[in-house]
């Protein structure tokens, strides 16, 4: 047999945005307010963590009522208003596929609303058209990091398990509409950091009693909406695919003492779970053990376990920034992560988050993934945030980024000739756009440049980095030349 050498034919290159992120018009052609829209920024001095985990009832609704404050997310960088010229960019680039996200809420306002939007369901009828005229794939993930406010207020977000319902009307709803326009769906956004907080997707409040044990029934429920989506997408439109998306958090013991092997076995088990759920479709045994041995008791009925069986993924997409280290001991020098925190890796470089830089461990993760679950796999995340610079003749030269980026793909490329059956690679925000996790705009991805400033002030004018002619060889080539 041969080896299998550069990126193959058609690979999909591209790069990756959540609705929440980039649209604004928050308010806009009967679109309802959503979790993310109540995130109010919080200047770096001020903040104690990397986002606000602990939301409760009251300082919801309070954001609900605040007209006036700084949420940066409900303007994002106007993309609702770009689309035709953010588009045209990514197509100059030569972008084979955009990874994008539907806000639930321009499609049901409320999240239970007997007929949907149609307003909502137009504008990304116009988004996938213009797409289409580049011949950009769309890879679309149905939540991303938001949901319709009125579920979580109302229903207590995914711990209940009504809105399983909701989501598959939800689902049928856009599978039917865009029927033949999207081949790529996905469910939810970093499934696994649902129950961090409100504002990562399982919309459960702080202060709801039992919050932790809820996480996994949220979860749980989740999993249920996820087979039930791949079984409507079956029904109504059986040539797209159904993939789901990890926040893959791949974790080194510090040393080999077995027990610091052991321990970073435990903790990549709360990561691997999900995708062991989704993929495989069971419910894995050393997580029945935890349950028994922490008392943690979730309803799960037997069709709801014939369903997770019976429709599973079609492929695996997981984002990969980083690499985390475990110890069996306590008192270690921590680093930030982007929602976690690890110990300090002495091999590795640190973003200006943080981040640890660690792009050998991108092959580590592509090949560990594709051993254990033999789909086609998707880096459906990657990328550099940084402080750029506007120089004065209005250029930006980011290096930095370039190097973050051609580091990493060299690892991809590596990783397809150890076998890896890798399909496509959608870095993260092409286009500058808000942080997740601290709301930032200060905090930038892109290879284009948007004039504005976290609390909202500039021209939203789109320029091209250093980066942008970069990207566009490297796609040209199809990553050859880098
Ligand atoms: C991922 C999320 O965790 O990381 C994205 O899916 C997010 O929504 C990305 O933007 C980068 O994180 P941040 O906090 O730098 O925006």
Redesign the pocket.
Known sequence: TQVKKGFPQGFLWGGAT?AN?VEGAYDVDGKGLTTADLVKFVPKEERTGVMSLDVNKAQMEAALKDVEGNYPKRRGVDFYHHYKEDIALFAEMGFKAYRMSIAWARIFPNGDDAEPNEAGLAFYDDVFDELAKYGIEPIVTMS??EMPIALTLNYGGWANRKLIDFFDNYARTIFKRYKGKVKYWMGF??INVIALSPYTGGGILSDTENADKLAYQAAHHQFVASALAKKALLEIDPEAKMGCML?RMTTYPETCNPEDVLKAQFLDHFNLFYVDVLAKGIYPEYLDAYFAENNITIEKTDEDLALIKAYTVDYISF?Y?MSLVASSKGGKEMTVG?LMSGIKNPYLESSD?GWQIDPVGLRITLNHFYDRYNLPLLIS?NGL?AHDVVEADGSINDDYRIDYMRKHIEQMELAIQDGVDLFGYTM??PIDII????SEMS?RYGFIYVDQDDYGNGTLKRSKKKSFDWYKKVIATNGKDR
């Open positions: 959540a992120q991303h990091y956004n970093e926040g984002s920034y982007n988050w995340e945030g993260w925000g942080s997740a996790s601290t905090k």
